[in-house]
């Protein structure tokens, strides 16, 4: 069983910069929207599909991400990052926007259901995160992005995470949140985090994440951020 992690936040509040001590030897990029990183990352190339090298793939396509989920460890990756995960959804949405049938709420929730199920059945060593954007409800509960209440009602996104992590900034610091504060959907196995807010390093979570559920491979940290 994989080690999927939710990581949640608005633009701009870490999210990506997150990736900074990540070692992209060991990693595959999923990038539904294409962008450059905000760090320095000449390790993180194209990923070349015919010699099956490299570290960044552009794509939004439910189907290519499960591909790349299913085949990680067979090029000697353990750890898949999708960003801006949101997109996977929004993006399929505006492609169909045409389309009158309410069944595409459907599929398209199945489609993210899809990607989510391929990271729990992934093999214990690959841990896969998904960085996705944040939206209030009416009731000023801090949730996933989604694309609205006809997908919702068929999914609920945190509910098939153990870890849901937040981004949090505050003195032009930024953290992540570990703990529920009653208004979100921010969640971690008990004893997991030692405290309710940790520095926004991807790379120390996964060393967590490896350590508490006692996986073999856990991530090499960086000396130096990139």
């Given at each position: 069983m994989g080690?999927?992690?939710?990581?949640?936040?608005?633009?701009?509040?870490?999210?990506?910069?997150?990736?900074?001590?990540?070692?992209?030897?060991?990693?595959?990029?999923?990038?539904?929207?294409?962008?450059?990183?905000?760090?320095k990352s000449n390790g993180w190339v194209k990923w070349d599909t015919e010699n099956k090298t490299g570290t960044v793939v552009s794509t939004d396509k439910s189907s290519s991400i499960v591909k790349v989920i299913e085949g990680a460890m067979n090029y000697g990756k353990r750890i898949v990052i999708i960003d801006d995960s949101q997109y996977v959804m929004s993006?399929?949405?505006?492609?169909?926007?045409?389309?009158?049938?309410?069944?595409?709420?459907?599929?398209?929730?199945?489609?993210?259901?899809?990607?989510?199920?391929?990271?729990?059945?992934?093999?214990?060593?690959?841990?896969?995160y998904f960085l996705a954007h944040t939206e209030e409800t009416q009731m000023g509960r801090v949730k996933m992005k989604t694309i609205g209440r006809m997908l919702d009602e068929k999914i609920t996104v945190e509910g098939m995470f153990t870890v849901v992590l937040r981004t949090l900034t505050r003195d032009e610091q930024f953290f992540f949140t570990t703990k529920n504060n009653g208004a979100d959907t921010v969640k971690s196995p008990m004893g997991m985090f030692e405290t309710n807010e940790i520095d926004n390093d991807l790379a120390i979570v996964d060393k967590t994440i490896c350590e508490y559920w006692g996986l073999s491979n856990v991530h090499n940290i960086k000396e130096s951020a990139a």
């Amino acid at each position: 069983m994989g080690a999927a992690t939710l990581i949640l936040g608005d633009s701009g509040t870490g999210k990506s910069t997150s990736l900074r001590n990540i070692d992209p030897t060991q990693a595959i990029l999923i990038r539904p929207v294409s962008k450059p990183l905000p760090f320095k990352s000449n390790g993180w190339v194209k990923w070349d599909t015919e010699n099956k090298t490299g570290t960044v793939v552009s794509t939004d396509k439910s189907s290519s991400i499960v591909k790349v989920i299913e085949g990680a460890m067979n090029y000697g990756k353990r750890i898949v990052i999708i960003d801006d995960s949101q997109y996977v959804m929004s993006n399929e949405f505006m492609r169909r926007s045409e389309e009158k049938s309410f069944d595409k709420f459907t599929e398209i929730g199945r489609h993210a259901w899809d990607i989510i199920k391929a990271a729990q059945d992934a093999p214990d060593e690959l841990r896969v995160y998904f960085l996705a954007h944040t939206e209030e409800t009416q009731m000023g509960r801090v949730k996933m992005k989604t694309i609205g209440r006809m997908l919702d009602e068929k999914i609920t996104v945190e509910g098939m995470f153990t870890v849901v992590l937040r981004t949090l900034t505050r003195d032009e610091q930024f953290f992540f949140t570990t703990k529920n504060n009653g208004a979100d959907t921010v969640k971690s196995p008990m004893g997991m985090f030692e405290t309710n807010e940790i520095d926004n390093d991807l790379a120390i979570v996964d060393k967590t994440i490896c350590e508490y559920w006692g996986l073999s491979n856990v991530h090499n940290i960086k000396e130096s951020a990139a």
